[in-house]
Nanobody, 125 residues
Framework: QVQLVESGGGLVQAGGSLRLSCAAS????????MGWFRQAPGKEREFVGY????????SYAESVEGRFAISRDNAKNTVYLQMNSLTPEDTAVYYC??????????????????WGQGTQVTVSS
């Protein structure tokens, strides 16, 4: 089981940028598909994006496509979420998660079994 710890959240003005980090420990990081999810107050948790084991493939939610970018550094056991052009609608608790799914094209939210504690991102207008 991999343990995940997010960092980098905070308060930012609309139009600004933040980079979230998620440090993994306890298992072979490169064997996991990594994902980012978010949950806004009063809403269900939603998918933000996934990245494949080596970082060669990525998938994003339509709401963040072109503004957010996921990357990973397997040597540092860390996955990142670069968030640009932030809007108040991006305000949420952001979670990283790990999946042992065998195929990247088939992975879905239910395939993520390990989760971090979340980091708050607040975008002011």
């Amino acid at each position: 089981q991999v343990q995940l710890v997010e960092s980098g959240g905070g308060l930012v003005q609309a139009g600004g940028s933040l980079r979230l980090s998620c440090a993994a420990s306890g298992s072979t990081f490169s064997s996991y598909i990594m994902g980012w999810f978010r949950q806004a107050p009063g809403k269900e948790r939603e998918f933000v994006g996934y990245i494949s084991w080596s970082g060669g493939s990525r998938s994003y939610a339509e709401s963040v496509e072109g503004r957010f970018a996921i990357s990973r550094d397997n040597a540092k056991n860390t996955v990142y979420l670069q968030m640009n052009s932030l809007t108040p609608e991006d305000t949420a608790v952001y979670y990283c998660a790990a999946s042992r799914a065998p195929r990247f094209v088939d992975v879905g939210p239910a395939d993520f079994g390990s989760w971090g504690q979340g980091t708050q991102v607040t975008v002011s207008s």
